[in-house]
């Protein structure tokens, strides 16, 4: 138990570090990293790290080496941090269950490991003072999240298979809405069953709420989209 002490603060923060990375690469550039099941990954690594905080009760004054401590010290920021990148991908309703155990579970490893009191003082106030903020916008989203509503209505293939243009019918309520025409690669840049990696879609056309009924939409060729009379080029 005392060899896998020292393997668990890096196997555990590699754990909660994936999906940050995913909502950094989906945010800054133009791939979309999609997460099989973002349930599964959440009730996953909140069995590890209930596994992990049992452990530390039967591993007692295990030497830490300074990074090691770090890690341990910054590991109960990382569920707030992933409850923050869950809500809009996966929703809060699922994850916010997951979460909170996480925190718990990685707050009593972190109190069992670290030794020094001031350092487990400071790291426990801040968790808190981040928690407060992140429970109202879990509420916020519960509360809101029925207001935008945007449906497919309509895919059309280019000739070849290799993009599809999605009409897309954008609808926020007292709002108004919009209509889209997203162009996307119908296939992934890399697929490992568990993890896809895919182009973003591009926006070539939008228009007013409900125009999609009536559009004309066809492929002129491989690389061609005529939109109620326009064309765009795509590739």
Known sequence: MKKAAHILPFLLFSIYLAIPAVSLVNLTTGYSICIYSYHAYALLTAAISLAVAVNSFFVKDAALTKIEALCILFMPLMPLINWICYIIPAGWKFTALCMPVCFICVLVYMLQSIKQVK???????????????????????CL??????????????????????????????????????????TEPVIDLYFIKVSKKPHCVYSGEWGGYKGMELYWKDNHILSVNGSDYFVG
Not at 119 to 140: A, D, H, M, T, W
Not at 162 to 177: C, P, R, T
């Open 119 to 141: 350092r487990k003082v400071i790291v426990s106030l801040s968790c808190i003072i981040f928690f407060i903020p992140i429970c109202f916008i879990s509420l916020l989203d």
């Open 144 to 185: 809101f999240s029925g207001f935008g509503i945007d449906r497919v209505v309509h895919v059309e293939y280019s000739p070849d298979r290799e993009y599809k243009a999605e009409v897309v019918d954008s609808d926020q309520g007292a709002l108004g809405g919009a209509v889209f025409v997203n162009v996307c690669n």
